[in-house]
């Protein structure tokens, strides 16, 4: 590796221009990777399950469970034809239907994903926010207060929906 010697002389002129130049030199030798015996880097790779997505943000076809049910809701995997009781909303075509659900207080809203595309359900006011619901998977929670809730699915933020608890 080639080394430079700086030597210090008497002052004269331009000897901060050749001490700048000097220190120039140094930063692009050393960041050159001259006289490196490390192989020159590749582009990363991504390895996906075998029945997983390639597109980031969406499940696959993968046999996992549902994650978790945050505090005070229920989350449980309801297949086709499996009945929901109570007010429902139903996730197709990446729309929440109804857009708009009046319930009484203490009324327990279930809401069941119907498209190939794993979906949430999560509130502006952070009241509730569902696991990801893959086909299938249905999401349960029970409204204690009255007022109006307003929530989307996180994965796709241009899915919203109200759903207004009156007394």
Same mark, same amino acid.
């Given at each position: 590796?080639?080394?430079l010697?700086?030597?210090a002389?008497?002052p004269?002129? *331009?000897? !901060?221009?050749a +001490?700048?130049?000097?220190? %120039?030199?140094?930063l692009?030798a $050393?960041?050159?990777?001259? &006289? ?24 696959g076809?993968?046999?996992? *469970?549902? !994650?978790?049910p +945050?505090p005070g809701?229920? %989350?449980?995997?309801?297949?086709a $034809?499996?009945?929901v009781? &109570?007010?429902?909303?139903?996730i ?9 659900l009046?319930?009484?207080?203490g ?8 498209d *190939?595309e794993p ?12 696991? $990801? ?15 109006s809730?307003d ?6 933020p241009?899915?919203?929906?109200t759903?207004l608890?009156t007394?």
């Amino acid at each position: 590796m080639p080394s430079l010697i700086v030597r210090a002389h008497a002052p004269r002129r *331009g000897g !901060a221009l050749a +001490a700048l130049t000097a220190a %120039a030199a140094l930063l692009v030798a $050393g960041c050159s990777g001259f &006289g490196s015996d490390a192989a020159p880097p590749t582009n990363p790779s991504v390895t996906f399950g075998a029945q997983a997505s390639t597109t980031p943000g969406f499940a696959g076809n993968g046999t996992g *469970g549902p !994650a978790a049910p +945050a505090p005070g809701t229920s %989350a449980g995997t309801g297949g086709a $034809g499996v009945p929901v009781s &109570g007010p429902s909303i139903g996730i197709d075509n990446f729309m929440f239907a109804p857009v708009k659900l009046t319930v009484p207080v203490g009324s327990t809203v279930t809401w069941t994903n119907h498209d *190939g595309e794993p979906h949430t359900v999560v509130a502006n006011d952070g009241s509730f926010h569902s696991p $990801g619901l893959d086909t299938g998977a249905t999401f349960s929670f029970t409204f204690t207060t009255p007022g109006s809730f307003d929530y989307i699915c996180s994965v796709h933020p241009f899915m919203h929906a109200t759903v207004l608890v009156t007394k």
